[in-house]
């Protein structure tokens, strides 16, 4: 199972695009992972290194270990068997890989533990940066030769099946392994136990995605580890409510949610205390270099935040053009790690839900998240004439080791002004 994302931990097998005996190149597909943040293409790489050594991954398909929708598959789990020649298929119809290995590089290989001494395959403890075939990776394992006591002799300083042969023939020894601590076998978990449930009560079990067990484990340690205080502002809508029916007279489609984006991004420009991050590992406030705003947006396996990268940066309509093409992704879960890792400020908007107010939880290490509320109309007298107006609530969650009450203070009201502000809001 690959890494996919910085805080990948597990993952889920959601559909193979191969099958058994299928010829495979670099870049091919080889199945959609779920990760913590989104369902990705797996692609097979040109070559992979491992322990300074550089694996050939072109070949073909002998043997899918795990079937589609497997859940909960830690990183490093053996996932597929790829080899070299199609001969060598059929030799893994019946197999199957014993021990729990911690990495797993694609090739005759399927374990790198010592715990699984027939697996053939990758031989370990390598410390040169040799290339090596599947085939002679195979020969490597079986004899207990090390890559490092062979001189290659294949292009780019591959070891091939032939300087393995050439060794053995030789007469080179194995050298030995070192000793790996025996592990005490983990006691078996107890049996579960049944579930309460009302006399004539029935229910049905609802499956968590990888995405929503991630986001509540998250969440949790967010609000059991990060001082949350909310202050609650208000923003006038007359002036966005305006400049958004003068850019669709020009063809121009901006939302509300659009207009936010921008106006928050301002905002962390004025006040940058508002765009810092709290360093746990140093007990630091660090200031962001970058105005990155993470948009909330909700998908049928929970929730994500892709960002609006340099956002104080680009116009009223490059964000809302970037908006709606990170959500159309985030939505197809087709996000790319870089496109939803990071951010220095988060926006949460309900408004679309007929919300009017609500608190939201910080995304650690970012310090703030703003919450935003519907449009809320009222009446008010200007010179004895009731004049209708239209507004909007707005709740900033803020950490209170990094954005004192002053900051927060200063980031809402500059916010607000934004939101009155033609100028500053269409101009870059």
């Known amino acids: ?129 040799h290339r090596i075939g599947p085939a002679a990776a195979k020969l490597l394992r079986e004899s207990g030769l090390r890559a490092d006591a062979i001189q290659p002799t294949g292009p780019h300083n591959m070891v091939t099946k032939g300087d393995v042969l050439a060794a053995i023939e030789s007469g080179l020894k194995p050298s030995p392994k070192p000793q790996q601590e025996q592990q005490p076998a983990e006691p078996a978990p107890a049996p579960g136990r049944p579930r309460r449930r009302g006399q004539g009560e029935s229910y049905t079990d609802m499956p968590n995605s990888q995405i929503r067990k991630i986001i509540a484990k998250r969440l949790l340690e967010s609000k059991l580890t990060v001082p949350h205080y909310y202050l609650r502002g208000h923003a006038d809508l007359a002036t ?114 007929n919300v009017d107010r609500f608190c939201a939880i910080i995304n650690p290490p970012q310090a703030g998240i703003l919450a935003i509320g519907g449009t809320q109309h009222s009446v008010s007298l200007e010179q004895g004439q009731p004049v209708g107006k239209a507004g909007m609530t707005v709740t900033l969650s803020a950490d209170e080791r990094v954005i004192d009450g002053d900051v927060a203070a200063d980031f809402l009201a500059a916010f607000a002004k934004a939101m009155s502000n033609p100028v500053r809001l269409l101009s870059v």
Request: glycine share 6%.
């Open 1 to 129: 199972m690959p890494a996919l994302s910085p805080t990948m931990s597990q993952g889920n097998i959601a559909t193979w695009k191969v099958k058994e005996g299928q010829e495979v190149t670099a870049g091919d597909v080889l199945a959609e992972v779920e990760t913590d943040k989104a369902t990705m293409d797996w692609e097979n790489q040109a070559s992979l290194t491992l322990e300074g050594q550089e694996y050939i991954d072109d070949g073909f398909v002998a043997k899918i270990l795990v079937p589609d929708g497997e859940k909960d598959i830690s990183v490093g789990t053996p996932l597929i068997v790829l080899v070299d020649d199609e001969e060598s298929v059929g030799k893994f119809k019946d197999y199957k890989p014993s021990g729990a290995p911690a990495a797993a590089p694609k090739s005759d290989d399927t374990s790198l533990e010592e715990e699984a001494p027939s697996a053939p395959g990758i031989p370990q403890h390598f410390e040169v940066n």
């Open 240 to 353: 966005v409510t305006s400049l958004r029916q003068t850019l669709k007279d020009q063809g121009a489609k901006v939302s509300v949610n659009d207009f936010i984006v921008r106006a928050v991004a301002l905002a962390l420009v004025d006040v940058p205390r508002a765009n810092s991050q709290w360093d746990s590992s140093q007990g630091e406030i660090v200031p962001c270099p970058s105005v990155d705003i993470s948009i909330a947006v909700a998908t049928d396996k929970g929730l994500i935040t892709p960002i609006v990268k340099d956002a104080d940066k680009k116009s009223l309509t490059q964000i809302s053009a970037e908006v709606r093409e990170l959500a159309g992704k985030a939505r197809a879960n087709k996000l790319q790690p870089h496109e939803f890792t990071g951010g220095s400020f988060t926006i949460s908007n309900l408004g679309m839900f």
